[in-house]
């Protein structure tokens, strides 16, 4: 459904003087199949609206290929806008409009006659819980009704497949879980193609089958959200043990499952990261019963999609997350 092959985008800027170059986005290959929801995850300035908007025509790409829906989106830029639904950080309502006019109008200017596009947009206003809004303004709905009508607006011609910029930004947590549920509904009950933009690293583990991260303007993993946290950063194991006699024997214990690896020491826990901990934690707590070690608590933290990030870059998008 999406495939790009060396996408880049550079901007001119000024530095003093000097004329200099900004490498939003520098040579990204992508795929997305159809029916999958594809997250973009990345912190600030990644590069993540530069791309989208270079996959959906609204920028020209400075080198790199990339088809959209079948269509090359140099050459054939009209074809790929009639394919998809474009759905942007901020919105396109008018606040002063009255919501179903809103997405009437939007219809008729993809070429809907106006009775098709007001039955398919009352459509969309039930599946989307917008029911007995369509006469309301925009700037007297909730913020998670606004995302919802934008949402209707870049569907109502009935795309295969939809890009959505950062759609729950803003919103507080029950908007957002309320949000994530019709969007997976738009892929489970209509089998549409959904790739969106996030820096949230829980909306990409709860929504998305695969989540590709962009750091710096250039994809740093791709993968399914499970696969990622696997290969990268393995489970945090961590043990609380009586006294501090026997914090060695439970750090040489720990350390041993990971060759090449030392157990941190703080206090009386003991903790390291130990790929697929699951399967060897019976042995590891029979081994210290044996050794006379007594443990007050043992825990086993699945990585998160930050500590992937971490990994792979040495930084953390937490700061960036909800
Ligand atoms: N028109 C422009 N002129 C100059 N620099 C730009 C322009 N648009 C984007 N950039 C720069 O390109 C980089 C990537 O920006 P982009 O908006 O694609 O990032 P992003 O990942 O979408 O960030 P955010 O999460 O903040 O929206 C940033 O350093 C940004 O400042």
Redesign the pocket.
Known sequence: MIHARGLA?S???RAGRDKTE????AGVDLDVEAGEIVGFL????????????MLTTLLTPTSGTATVAGYDVASQPGLVRQSIGYVS?SGSTQPEARAGEEVVDHGQLYGIPKAQATARGQELFAQLELDGMWKRAPKAMSGGQRRRLDIAMGLVHDPQLVFL??PTTGLDPQARANLWSHISQLRNGRGMTVFL?T?YLDEADALCDRVLV?DR?TIVAADTPDALKRQVAGDLVELVVGDRAQVVPAATALSALVPGESAHVDGTTVSLRVPGAGSHLAGLVRELDDAGVALVSVDVRRPTLDDVFLTLTGRSLRE?AA
């Open positions: 985008r901007f001119p800027t900004v490498r939003a986005v990345g912190p600030n300035g990644a590069g993540k609206t530069t791309t989208l908007r950080q910029d950062e933009t820096h962009i303007g960036d």
